[in-house]
T-cell receptor, first 111, second 112 residues
Framework: GENVEQHPSTLSVQEGDSAVIKCTYS??????FPWYKQELGKRPQLIID?????GEKKDQRIAVTLNKTAKHFSLHITETQPEDSAVYFC??????????FGTGTRLTIIP | DGGITQSPKYLFRKEGQNVTLSCEQN?????MYWYRQDPGQGLRLIYY???????QKGDIAEGYSVSREKKESFPLTVTSAQKNPTAFYLC???????????FGEGSRLTVL
């Protein structure tokens, strides 16, 4: 089955700087890659996703890039703000296969 | 307020007792899921249901059971066979299988 590795497990950045979280996947058939954000004490929520027919997708300060050859994808957050502090999960799936999540990255924005 | 409701939020049980966690959704979603969240281990899939009256095992189904008798409801029973049941449990639903997941607020189970 699919295996998703996520790095780093913790990340601290100064407010205003950029943050990058990376994930690698094992199944070359995977074609759907969502990212979920879980703020402290709250439920995870989808923040952005990408499908394998594109290499990059942006939504305001967040972007996701996909390298299908290397089987990795990354979340980029620019101009970080205190409300970006949360745990971020990447995931991967294809077709009717279940979604497999990474182990999460705890992002802390330092004021 | 539409969405997914999990209950109870906190639950304490003695070792050897079965426990049932409730999950109800009013989003008219076909698919529902149960995840277990442990520190440093991400979200691991316990069971999922793509449609009413049907469900499949996820990655860590041993010691758990589910039912899907109604579209709105997907209860999870943590049985005494689950060796390490203390955890945070999240229920989710999606319009169809592998669509955007909408999560409940979670249930924290502590087995004493």
């Amino acid at each position: 089955g699919e295996n998703v590795e996520q790095h780093p497990s913790t990340l601290s950045v100064q407010e205003g700087d950029s943050a990058v979280i990376k994930c690698t996947y094992s199944d070359s058939a995977s074609n759907y890659f969502p990212w979920y954000k879980q703020e402290l004490g709250k439920r995870p929520q989808l923040i952005i996703d990408i499908r394998s027919n594109v290499g990059e997708k942006k939504d305001q300060r967040i972007a996701v890039t996909l390298n299908k050859t290397a089987k990795h994808f990354s979340l980029h957050i620019t101009e970080t703000q205190p409300e970006d502090s949360a745990v971020y999960f990447c995931a991967a799936s294809w077709g009717n296969e279940k979604l497999t999540f990474g182990t999460g990255t705890r992002l802390t924005i330092i004021p | 307020d539409g969405g997914i409701t999990q209950s109870p939020k906190y639950l304490f049980r003695k070792e050897g007792q079965n426990v049932t966690l409730s999950c109800e959704q009013n989003l008219n979603h076909d698919a529902m899921y149960w995840y277990r969240q442990d520190p440093g281990q991400g979200l691991r899939l316990i069971y999922y249901s793509q449609i009413v009256n049907d469900f499949q095992k996820g990655d860590i189904a041993e010691g758990y059971s589910v039912s899907r008798e109604k579209k709105e409801s997907f209860p999870l029973t943590v049985t005494s066979a689950q060796k390490n049941p203390t955890a945070f449990y999240l229920c989710a639903s999606s319009i169809n299988f592998n669509g955007e997941l909408f999560f409940g607020e979670g249930s924290r189970l502590t087995v004493l």
